[in-house]
């Protein structure tokens, strides 16, 4: 019995953390893309209004190491694109690689955001593409303009989202072997407490019925249910101490 109990805690302990295990999980995969989408989209943004004050002032060293120094701090890749000509790469793979070449063909007036499912770079990457804005009014030192077809696109690897994901499903998973853990100790705990009355019950049944009649069960343990079954085990027992003494004397009489 104390086996069938412990094997049915930790059955429903365990339906109840899959219950939550799984749901979380997967929410927190979903906020991983989707956040990791959200922030590409900022930098981008932010990152082409810093390129077009460079670009546009024909500053294109200081550009190429700005893109240089954010694809190195963040781990995300930097490409601008003119028509054909490529601007800035912050890695040489880049400039060859066709998906990116096509997004930039096929780019309007609004941002644009996506995965790719494989490039020249690292296997699947995220990206965002959006045009360089135009200065309104280029300084007056300069007299070149930003180019009106100049396109930026950022990449990050999927793959690094994927670990992440991938993290948190194991820190999930290694909860809920605490969770079922702290489950069987509970359940080792709660079975024991019912089936140790019912042990020391039924040993004090088989003593009584072996003929040791002055033994009585314990009353003093365990739930309500049982104490009362103690409770009638024993004014049974007494009622036949008081049948066999009455036939000794009847007997002896």
Not at 95 to 121: C, E, F, H, M, W
Request: aromatic share 4%.
């Amino acid at each position: 019995m104390r086996n069938r109990l412990l094997l049915g805690f930790i059955l429903f302990a365990f339906i109840a953390m899959a219950l939550l295990v799984i749901p979380v999980g997967l929410t927190l995969d979903a906020h991983e893309n989707s956040s990791t989408l959200a922030a590409l989209k900022r930098d981008t943004k932010a990152l082409a209004t810093l390129l077009a004050n460079d670009i546009s002032h024909n500053h294109l060293p200081q550009a190429v190491r700005l893109a240089k120094t954010y694809a190195r701090n963040t781990g995300r890749q930097v490409l601008v694109i003119d028509g054909a000509k490529i601007l800035i790469a912050s890695k040489g793979d880049q400039a060859t690689d066709g998906a990116l070449s096509k997004i930039s063909q096929t780019i309007g007036t609004k941002q644009i955001a996506g995965v790719i499912p494989r490039t020249a770079i690292e296997g699947p990457q995220y990206y965002v593409a959006m045009k360089i804005p135009t200065l309104a009014k280029p300084l007056p030192s300069s007299s070149v303009s930003a180019p009106a077809k100049s396109v930026l696109i950022v990449t990050y690897p999927v793959t690094v989202v994927t670990r992440a994901i991938r993290s948190d499903w194991r820190n999930l998973g290694l909860y809920g072997v605490l969770m079922l853990f702290i489950a069987f100790v509970l359940g080792l705990i709660l079975s024991n407490s019912l089936t140790r009355p019912l042990r020391r019950i039924s040993a004090a049944v088989d003593d009584i019925g072996g003929g040791q009649l002055e033994v009585r069960a314990p009353v003093d343990d365990g739930p309500p249910e049982l104490r009362r079954l103690a409770e009638a085990i024993n004014s049974t027992s007494t009622r036949l101490i008081n049948l066999l003494g009455a036939q000794k004397t009847f007997v002896e009489d």
